[in-house]
């Protein structure tokens, strides 16, 4: 009797086992209550409008030459910040630059102070140089059209996220 009682706990043991293990792997995670916390998407400029640019940062001779030369697109959600070592008069050309961009100079209290919209790539040399005619910090590229997209304009304030140890030289 004994080993009939304990063959039939190790039966009922092993399908009891087994309809766990079945259930498990049927059934569908639920969702957490709450999503994930986001990941840092690295640096951001916020626009009037509250529109968020993620930016590439340019704050060296060699990146603020290089700036978005020979780039075929640039997404409406993503630009690149130049970053000067002092406040000054800063000319942009599009030398080697495929697609038309808004350029804003931006000064040190994230002010805009001039904003040259659509220039078109340059085909051939000379290039001309696009200059405002106030002192800047900072020049922000976006795509064409980004600009009046989310209302820049002169006087308008950027708001700058996650630049603020950037290393200017």
């Keep these: 009797m004994k080993s ?25 995670p639920r ?8 990941q840092s998407s690295g640096p951001t400029i916020v626009l009037p409008d509250g ?4 930016v590439e940062v340019a704050a060296d001779d060699p990146t ?9 697109r640039l997404p409406d959600d993503r630009g690149m910040i130049f970053f000067f070592p002092q406040a000054s ?7 080697n630059t495929l697609i038309p961009l808004d350029m804003i100079w931006i000064d040190q209290q994230k002010k805009v102070v001039y904003v040259a919209r659509d220039v078109p790539p340059c ?8 200059s405002p005619d106030a002192s800047a910090s900072y020049v922000l590229e976006l795509a064409a059209g980004g600009a009046a997209r989310h209302r820049v304009a002169t006087g308008s304030v950027l ?8 290393v200017v030289r």
């Design 123 to 130: 085909k051939a040399d000379p290039c001309p140089s696009y």
């Design 64 to 72: 603020r030459e290089q700036g978005l030369m020979y780039r075929d």
């Design 31 to 38: 969702p957490p209550s709450t999503p994930p916390p986001q």
């Design 89 to 95: 008069v800063y000319p942009f050309w599009m030398k």
């Design 159 to 166: 708001r700058f996220k996650g630049l603020e140890n950037i």
């Design 4 to 28: 009939k009682t304990a063959s039939s706990a190790r039966h009922l043991l092993l399908l009891l086992g087994m309809i766990f293990a079945a259930c498990g792997a049927q059934s569908t």
């Design 51 to 54: 529109f968020v640019v993620h």
